[in-house]
């Protein structure tokens, strides 16, 4: 733990250096904890955010918006089938099905989700048409799947050889119940501020593994997993999502921010929310990342072990957070 608290103090403090600032709306007891950072700045959960910074950062340096910007940054994630936790590969429910949740919120406060969607390679993209082309902002399995082949989306077997037999093996040990432990996680959740100072935000996953049939978790749920608020900036959780549901960890979040607290004061009170309401809290892992309206970030986690990636003032670099155990 202290390697990685190291390496956090090291790496990790974009967002709580001293220096003037600009005040902006509710934020005004911000005031002297925060600076103006030079924009844009990414930051995504997990090490494979890394890759998807690069791609979100292409996307804006060629004049997208930050809403392009996350969308194509976590395809990269869905696409990728050796990662077991997002889209294409994702680990099966208990019944060996691959089923996808995902979100994605817009500076303006659009927001479109998906859940339990099955055979469709990039959920995130579904979500963004459910914000785009309906009047809705949730749609779920069959209903979502329909609509995203009416959206010309193809459908594909996303349960490979690896993750199949990760169920299997699952199986003959586990007395069918999904698992839940400090390592299950890797939603990518990505938030992005522009050169416009506009924020958006999406959230995928393929969920816990092995959970039963019909589950959703945290990720799909705006406020839960993902919470952007363009006057004040957003959030996103991974980790066991029943957890972030009871206490919507990213809405609680932008609020704390909203309150005069900086990104990484405002993760650490969400983390702390959170363990105050779940006793068992040693036994699973929760972390959370956020940006500010002036691209300040902030990570934290209940468990040693979580990273993020930060693209900010021409790095892009993948650090450990702080945490609380
Ligand atoms: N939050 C996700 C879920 O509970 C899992 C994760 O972050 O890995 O479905």
Redesign the pocket.
């Known amino acids: 733990m202290k390697k990685a608290r190291r390496n956090f103090l090291k790496k990790g403090t974009l967002g709580i250096v001293s220096a003037p600032f600009l005040s902006i709306g509710s934020c005004a007891a911000t005031e002297n904890k925060t600076s103006i950072k030079t924009l844009p700045v990414i930051i995504s959960t997990w090490d494979a955010g890394k890759e998807a910074n690069e791609e979100a950062f292409k996307i804006l340096k060629s004049g997208g918006t930050s809403l392009d910007a996350v969308e194509k940054g976590v395809m990269l994630a869905e696409a990728d089938d050796t990662n077991q936790?997002v889209g294409d590969g994702g680990k099966p429910d208990r019944d060996g099905y691959v089923t996808l949740?995902a979100c994605i919120m817009d500076w303006k406060g659009n927001a479109g989700s998906v859940c339990f969607l099955e055979n469709i390679v990039h959920p995130i993209s579904v979500a963004r048409r459910v914000m785009e082309k309906t009047p809705h902002v949730m749609l779920v399995g069959e209903g979502a799947k329909q609509f995203a082949i009416e959206e010309g989306f193809k459908t594909k077997n996303l349960l490979t050889q690896q993750s199949k037999m990760d169920w299997e093996e699952w199986k003959k040990t586990a007395e069918y119940r999904p698992v839940i432990n400090t390592e299950?996680?890797?939603?990518i959740g990505m938030l992005a501020i522009d050169e416009k100072g506009n924020i958006s935000g999406a959230c995928t996953?393929s969920?816990?593994a092995f959970k039963m049939r019909g589950r959703v978790?945290?990720?799909p749920i705006i406020g839960a997993?993902l919470f952007v608020d363009n006057e004040v900036g957003g959030a996103v959780?991974?980790?066991?999502?029943?957890a972030?549901l009871r206490t919507l960890t990213s809405f609680l979040c932008v609020e704390f921010m909203r309150n005069g607290k900086t990104p990484q004061e405002a993760c650490k009170m969400a983390i702390e929310r959170l363990t105050q309401k779940h006793k068992n809290y040693k036994d699973f892992q929760v972390g959370i990342i956020a940006l500010d309206k002036n691209g300040n970030t902030g990570a934290f986690a209940i468990q040693e072990g979580f990273t993020y990636a930060l693209s900010a003032e021409g790095k892009n670099e993948v650090s450990h957070s702080e945490s609380m155990i």
């Open positions: 936790y949740d299950n996680h890797d939603t996953t969920g816990m978790g945290d990720s997993g959780a991974t980790g066991l999502g029943e972030v």
